[in-house]
Nanobody
């Protein structure tokens, strides 16, 4: 079955950087897209960044120029490099993969940006 596992969250000061990783097992190179969402306290889940099977990328306006998504097709992993982090980036970050006609989610990893 498909499993999605995130890693790399933590506590960072404003202006700092973090790197999140997501590994998907049980899929092959035909996945449609992989990406990251986040859900902050009292907020709805929102898309942060996605990378399509053809390499196309999408970023939320709030993270453009600060976050970079990349993938390793051979390993079925996707990475989110986050720089110049702000307190409003504090959230649980969840990885997703669209494979076949289903979307699969990881459990999430906490990112906290605070002094």
């Amino acid at each position: 079955q498909v499993q999605v596992v995130e890693s790399g969250g933590g506590l960072v000061q404003p202006g700092g950087s973090l790197r999140l990783s997501c590994a998907a097992s049980g899929i092959d190179s035909s996945f449609r897209n992989m990406g990251w969402h986040r859900q902050g306290p009292g907020n709805e889940r929102s898309t942060v960044a996605q990378i399509m099977n053809d390499g196309g990328q999408y970023y939320a306006d709030s993270v453009k120029g600060r976050f970079t998504i990349s993938r390793d097709n051979a390993k079925n992993t996707v990475t989110l490099q986050m720089t110049n982090l702000k307190p409003e980036d504090t959230a649980v970050y969840l990885c997703h993969v669209v494979f076949g006609d289903r979307i699969y989610w990881g459990q999430g990893t906490q990112v906290t940006v605070s002094q």
